[in-house]
């Protein structure tokens, strides 16, 4: 009798210590390092759907009411080829690492570099974070561990989100 008294002591011991588990490794618990915020997506924009009108180049935000921007003086002619690299200042490092896209930068027919900027119009108190996107790696551009780059060029690889 006593026998099965401790056996269903430990049975409920382990069905107890598993439910404790799923309750640690809640978002914002770090567990999983999952930040307990959510929020949209973006990233910087492929070349294909950047276009310019006289040298100003602008392309769809995926968030509302925010568009990327980008001048290129004398460059009216120019079309983007490619994607070359992106910088992600932290201004606060920890799990979710918030802080802001500093540029996307692209090359152009030209042999000239565009750098392209997020504006977020109406939303410019958003919140920016990366999480643990293994895209973003400490820029060897600066000597500062706050600044990011990504260089991976595939749709949404140098992505960040906001909130």
């Known amino acids: 009798m006593r026998e099965r008294s401790v056996r269903r002591l430990v049975c409920w011991g382990l069905l107890c210590s598993q439910l404790f588990t799923f309750v640690y490794a809640a978002p914002g618990s770090n567990y999983f390092d999952i930040p307990d915020w959510s929020g949209d997506q ?28 980008g ?12 994607f070359e690299k992106s910088y992600f200042v932290l201004t606060r490092e920890g799990v979710d690492k918030v802080g802001f896209i500093n540029n996307c930068i692209y090359q152009t027919s030209g042999g000239r570099y565009l750098n392209m900027r ?9 919140v920016m974070w990366i999480g643990n996107s293994l895209s973003w790696k400490t820029s060897r551009d600066f000597s500062s561990s706050t600044i990011l780059e990504c260089t991976d060029t595939y749709r949404d690889a140098c992505s960040f989100y906001l909130r």
């Not at 997020?118 to 958003?126: P, T, V």
């Open 42 to 69: 973006e990233s910087c924009p492929v070349p294909r759907d950047i276009n310019s009108k006289v040298g100003v180049f602008t392309a769809p935000a995926k968030n509302e009411g925010a568009e990327w921007v």
């Open 71 to 82: 001048v290129l003086l004398d460059g009216a002619m120019e079309t983007i080829t490619h």
């Open 118 to 126: 997020l504006d977020l119009g109406a939303n410019y108190k958003q």
